[in-house]
């Protein structure tokens, strides 16, 4: 597996704050503890280039990555439970969908939902979104390395049978940050989406 060229360009509290970078941009999104920097730190094959912390919440600002100088990678903060303020939580929803709504150069959304529990109220409210603002999202199942295969398998039917009527919908696909399982795939679905 080859590590990818990937730089921390800048962290942002604020629209005014995006970088105004001229590259097609993937947006990792999800609730709170779902996993989002492992995965980036997975794809990039780097430890610490995202920040991981066993507290949920831990991304407060959207982090931008430039990789390979290809393409954009933007961590977003969680959505719902964290350990903070509702208030503070508030601030991270508009902060996400200011992003989501008004970012010209998104290219795709990873959508990521914990493969271990059924899709959350928040999961299937950012699925819909998604959809009826016409956003290209791919949904990624993660921690699969915690489940066994016969509940993958179910989880993933679930999710697919739930897109099935989906137009935006790019795919289901399964991912280890432990092990990289589904690295690849995802990979280049990417690489499909910003070209």
């Known amino acids: 597996m080859k590590q990818l060229n990937a ?3 800048k962290s942002a509290a604020k629209y005014e704050q995006f970088p105004n970078l001229n590259l097609p941009e993937v947006a990792f999104s999800g609730r709170s503890n779902v996993g989002k920097s492992s995965l980036i730190n997975s794809i990039i094959l780097r430890r610490n280039l995202a920040l991981v912390s066993s507290t949920p919440g831990k991304t407060k600002l959207i982090n931008f990555f430039s990789v390979e100088n290809k393409w ?6 969680g959505f719902g439970f964290a350990s903070v303020s509702k208030e503070q939580r ?18 795709l959304i990873c959508a990521l939902v914990d493969s271990r529990h059924d899709p959350t ?9 998604y959809e009826h603002n016409d956003k290209k999202f791919l949904i ?8 066994n295969k016969k509940l993958l398998e179910e989880r993933t039917k679930q999710l697919k049978t739930l897109v099935s009527e989906c137009k935006n919908a790019v ?10 399982q589904g ?3 995802l990979l280049a679905i990417i690489k499909k989406n910003i070209n």
């Open 140 to 147: 990624i199942l993660t921690k699969v390395d915690k489940i």
């Open 171 to 180: 795919d289901v696909i399964a991912y280890s940050a432990k092990t990289n």
């Open 183 to 185: 690295r690849d795939e």
């Open 72 to 77: 954009t990678c933007a961590d977003l903060p």
């Open 121 to 129: 109220d928040t999961d299937l409210a950012l699925i819909e979104w």
């Open 90 to 107: 508030e601030v991270w929803r508009k902060l996400n969908f200011e992003y989501l709504e008004k970012r010209q150069n998104l290219k």
């Open 7 to 9: 730089e921390f360009v």
